[in-house]
């Protein structure tokens, strides 16, 4: 305990950040196997959280928890023991929905894609990404937002090289994808893991930017984003120290909230608060009556 609270007390937001956001330590998920690999809510579900468990390894899998919301609808918790939702060899950051509804997983250190089809409890189709083009081996994937320049697009970040990739995506007619054409558009630090957009209208960002999750450093970072989703090489800023491992990272599309994994350290999950709500993905094609629901609660 003495060591978990430590831990706790040494992480800290950016002093140019701090007046305007705050953190929550929300713990660990009940029944996740160590470590902690990405994280996202289950599609069309905005109180059911998917996150990947004893990533890295064989044994890799996704589990599914419920969320405990308070009257403003902030995420305050878990609710009982999660459980299997699929399994995930060698899950590692990249845990996202893209088009379709088909769910995107990242496997770390083979360098995979996995995708699943809505319903599915093993991934449908497993892509080796060394022979694209992605260097050894992949870290996270996720996909540019409605309101950003490049909405829609696959970014794949490399966690051993630090490249940053936009990838074409190819239906294959069976309701998955191939992928085409892969193109490095930027070189980061810091052991990279999961990456999400900055809400737009969020105070202190004032260009389109991104958040970046780094194992490597126990940090979260910023960046600019460009005019087509990418990360622009050079704007690195500090967001948030003194994490264990920091590991996955997703945006609360109910409240703005940022929420990230910790591979390590208590495999635990965080939420910072003071984001704006952002617009709907480009892929939230379900729920969203309860997503607008939930909005109009809130004010």
Known sequence: LASIAAASSAQQIDAFYSGQYSFTDLGPVPGLPSPAGGLTLQRGDPNTLLIGGAANGGAGVIKSIGLNRNANNTIVGFVGESQDFATAPNIDGGLAYGPDNVLFATGYPNNTLMQYLPGSTAPDKTIALTGLGIGSSVGAVNFVPSDFGGAGRMKVVSYNTGQFYDVELIADGNGLFDLGAVTQTASITGGPEGFVYVPLGSPLFDVPSILVSEYGTGTVAVYDADANGNIVNGTRRVFMTG?????????????????????????????????????????????????????????
Do not use: C, N, Q, W
Request: charged share 20%; no cysteine.
């Open 243 to 299: 994490l264990g491992g920091a590991e996955g990272a997703y945006i609360d599309h109910v409240t703005g909230d940022f929420l990230f994994s910790t591979f390590g350290g208590g495999d635990r999950v965080i939420r910072v608060t003071g984001f704006a709500i952002p617009e709907p993905s480009t892929f939230v094609l379900m729920g969203l009556g309860v997503v607008a629901l939930l909005r109009r609660k809130r004010k």
